[in-house]
């Protein structure tokens, strides 16, 4: 009896052993949430070189509809920039009616870059990142475009003056800062330069008060200017306001103004009664929405669209 009670606990002790074994080798019922939550390296996130390259940003690109209706953006009468636009693509008086006119061209980049379907055209010096400038016949807008003259969108950037401020030395003192190579300079971090061969400025040491205004375009570069110039000049102030290239044009006419800010070259009947001095040159880029895939188009493209002719873009190529 004592030799089979034995033998029956030592089978019971190795049955025993053998269940503890298998239990040490099968995952329990918590393993797969502790995998889950304490991924291998393969299984981390995607490092940040990869995380530009998401699937949103393909199919942002392949989302663009070219069925959709284009919308189309432009300044309002008056404004040198239109006013260029208008003459060299030929659009002419014909401006598409259906064209939202802005008066402003930081609200024109807001428009085109809160559009995917929006098109318009602003100053090459207001360029930002918000939109995509278009070439035109194949060229790209930039300085070396503009002043070789092979990016046919240019115009002249200028100030006028009536013939009460023509002789104010304060006035012809600032002028020719803007046309010196400092002031040349300055345009050509964003513009491009009207003489590459300008004079160095010397301080005048004069006081007094400026009064600016007239196209935005023109008004970014004029900011630039006054902020070099003052600090030469400590005892200026320079009051500068924007309002289009119209009402630079008459009001200085009229005097409210000591100088004008334009963005198109003085009409004959204009030039009458006003000086006036080019101080940069300046593309007028053709912009889309940066989700938009058209690269470039030609002036007729440009002009078929803001005449109203194609207003899809699927016809626009």
């Given at each position: 009896?004592?030799?089979?009670?034995?033998?029956?606990?030592?089978?019971?002790?190795?049955?025993?052993?053998?269940?503890?074994?298998?239990?040490?080798?099968?995952?329990?019922?918590?393993?797969?949430?502790?995998?889950?939550?304490?991924?291998?390296?393969?299984?981390?996130?995607?490092?940040?070189?990869?995380?530009?390259?998401?699937?949103?940003?393909?199919?942002?690109?392949?989302?663009?509809?070219?069925?959709?209706?284009?919308?189309?953006?432009?300044?309002?009468?008056?404004?040198?920039?239109?006013?260029?636009?208008?003459?060299?693509?030929?659009?002419?008086?014909?401006?598409?009616?259906?064209?939202?006119?802005?008066?402003?061209?930081?609200?024109?980049?807001?428009?085109?870059?809160?559009?995917?379907?929006?098109?318009?055209?602003?100053?090459?010096?207001?360029?930002?990142?918000?939109?995509?400038?278009?070439?035109?016949?194949?060229?790209?807008?930039?300085?070396?475009?503009?002043?070789?003259?092979?990016?046919?969108?240019?115009?002249?950037?200028?100030?006028?003056?009536?013939?009460?401020?023509?002789?104010?030395?304060?006035?012809?003192?600032?002028?020719?800062?803007?046309?010196?190579?400092?002031?040349?300079?300055?345009?050509?971090?964003?513009?491009?330069?009207?003489?590459?061969?300008?004079?160095s400025y010397s301080t005048s040491g004069l006081s007094g008060t400026l009064k600016v205004g007239g196209s935005t375009s023109v008004e970014p570069l004029m900011?630039?200017?006054?902020?070099?110039?003052?600090?030469?000049?400590?005892?200026?102030?320079?009051?500068?306001?924007?309002?289009?290239?119209?009402?630079?044009?008459?009001?200085?006419?009229?005097?409210?103004?000591?100088?004008?800010?334009?963005?198109?070259?003085?009409?004959?009947?204009?030039?009458?009664?006003?000086?006036?001095?080019?101080?940069?040159?300046?593309?007028?880029?053709?912009?889309?929405?940066?989700?938009?895939?058209?690269?470039?188009?030609?002036?007729?493209?440009?002009?078929?669209?803001?005449?109203?002719?194609?207003?899809?873009?699927?016809?626009?190529?």
């Amino acid at each position: 009896m004592k030799k089979i009670l034995a033998i029956t606990l030592v089978i019971v002790f190795t049955l025993a052993l053998v269940a503890g074994c298998t239990n040490n080798n099968t995952p329990s019922s918590s393993s797969p949430s502790q995998s889950s939550s304490s991924p291998s390296p393969s299984n981390t996130s995607p490092s940040p070189a990869n995380t530009n390259q998401t699937p949103e940003s393909t199919e942002a690109d392949d989302s663009f509809d070219a069925s959709r209706i284009i919308a189309v953006f432009t300044r309002e009468d008056g404004s040198g920039t239109r006013d260029a636009f208008v003459s060299i693509t030929g659009v002419g008086g014909d401006m598409y009616e259906e064209a939202v006119v802005i008066s402003e061209t930081n609200e024109i980049l807001t428009k085109v870059e809160e559009n995917e379907y929006a098109i318009s055209y602003v100053s090459v010096g207001s360029l930002s990142d918000r939109v995509k400038a278009l070439t035109i016949d194949g060229v790209y807008p930039s300085n070396e475009t503009i002043m070789d003259g092979s990016y046919k969108l240019q115009r002249p950037l200028l100030v006028c003056v009536n013939a009460d401020s023509v002789d104010d030395p304060l006035v012809q003192d600032f002028i020719a800062f803007m046309l010196s190579a400092e002031g040349q300079d300055i345009a050509a971090t964003r513009w491009t330069k009207v003489d590459l061969n300008a004079e160095s400025y010397s301080t005048s040491g004069l006081s007094g008060t400026l009064k600016v205004g007239g196209s935005t375009s023109v008004e970014p570069l004029m900011q630039a200017l006054r902020q070099a110039y003052i600090v030469l000049n400590p005892g200026v102030e320079i009051e500068i306001s924007g309002g289009g290239s119209g009402a630079g044009i008459s009001e200085s006419t009229s005097g409210v103004l000591d100088i004008g800010m334009s963005s198109r070259a003085l009409r004959d009947e204009e030039k009458a009664n006003l000086t006036d001095y080019d101080i940069a040159l300046d593309g007028v880029a053709v912009i889309v929405n940066p989700a938009n895939p058209v690269e470039g188009m030609t002036i007729d493209q440009v002009k078929v669209i803001f005449t109203g002719e194609v207003t899809r873009w699927a016809d626009s190529n």
